[in-house]
């Protein structure tokens, strides 16, 4: 069994924040959660009556996502996410606040989902013009790296299909402070998860690390609005046992599904395999 440790031993007390640093006792960590945030998504929330989370599972279909998605919904997606295309372009889908987060490989210069690794940001450059985008890259910006500062490029082979330099119109939203922001994956909404000792780079899993993000920056919006209930989660797709492949061994999924399996009022977790 691996030797696990709080993440609150090693928490950084400084939080880099919409482009500036803040001091972790400043705020209390449901409005640490919500300043993260990127400001037009932040936005977005104080609007919309729910945010809905998709896996990059492969049993959602496009078909299942058109009867689910509401007009007052918030997107989040991740990494390489599936279905680009229906968000871009369906009625509905393309015109919805989206989300996006991008983890760090490791602790390299690349992020999952964005260039030199399999991206979508062709479709990226739609979905900005057709509704609020946000862009959270985990723990760095973005490095624009080349594809020789891959440490594990066989893992990803690079096609002559792939974009590899991010365009201008995309620059411009990875330079925005309405647009972009970087979460910390030792954010004070996981101090208490369990990482590996022995593991490089043992952290939360991306969906957990957002489900715990916006779970926080809710109660925050549900406080500072007087509101009797908090925002709606969706979560679509996450999965609480061992019917789907563990992935990354860094992950305490023993821990995350635990506590998935168990989600608080105002929380849906469609599960499918």
Wanted: hydrophobic share 40%; net charge negative; charged share 20%.
């Amino acid at each position: 069994m691996q030797n696990s440790v709080p993440l609150n031993s090693v928490l950084n007390e400084r939080l880099i924040i919409n482009g500036g640093e803040r001091d972790v006792n400043e705020v209390s960590k449901e409005m640490a959660a919500f300043i993260n945030v990127p400001l037009n998504i932040q936005d977005a929330l104080k609007r919309s009556n729910r945010i809905v989370f998709v896996a990059n599972n492969p049993s959602i279909s496009t078909d299942q996502l058109e009867k689910l998605l509401q007009p007052d919904d918030v997107l989040v997606l991740f990494n390489h996410f599936i279905h680009p295309d229906f968000f871009a372009n369906h009625p509905l889908a393309s015109a919805l606040p989206k989300l996006l987060f991008f983890r760090q490989i490791g602790d390299s210069k690349l992020h999952f989902g964005l260039p030199p690794r399999s991206n979508n940001v062709s479709v990226m450059k739609r979905m900005a013009k057709s509704a609020p985008i946000g862009i959270l890259l985990s723990n760095q910006s973005y490095q624009f790296p080349s594809p020789h500062e891959d440490p594990s490029p066989s893992d990803d082979p690079i096609s002559s299909e792939r974009i590899l330099i991010i365009p201008p119109a995309v620059q411009a939203l990875l330079q925005s402070a309405q647009h972009h922001s970087v979460l910390s994956d030792r954010h004070p909404v996981v101090a208490d998860y369990p990482c590996f000792r022995d593991v490089h780079s043992s952290a939360p899993s991306s969906g957990f690390l957002l489900y715990r993000l916006l779970l926080a920056a809710r109660e925050h919006l549900q406080n500072v609005q007087k509101a009797v209930l908090p925002l709606k989660l969706l979560m679509l797709g996450f999965n609480d046992n061992d019917k789907t492949a563990h992935f990354w061994h860094g992950h305490n999924w023993e821990f995350e599904r635990r506590e998935m399996s168990s989600p608080p009022p105002e929380v849906e977790v469609i599960r499918q395999y």
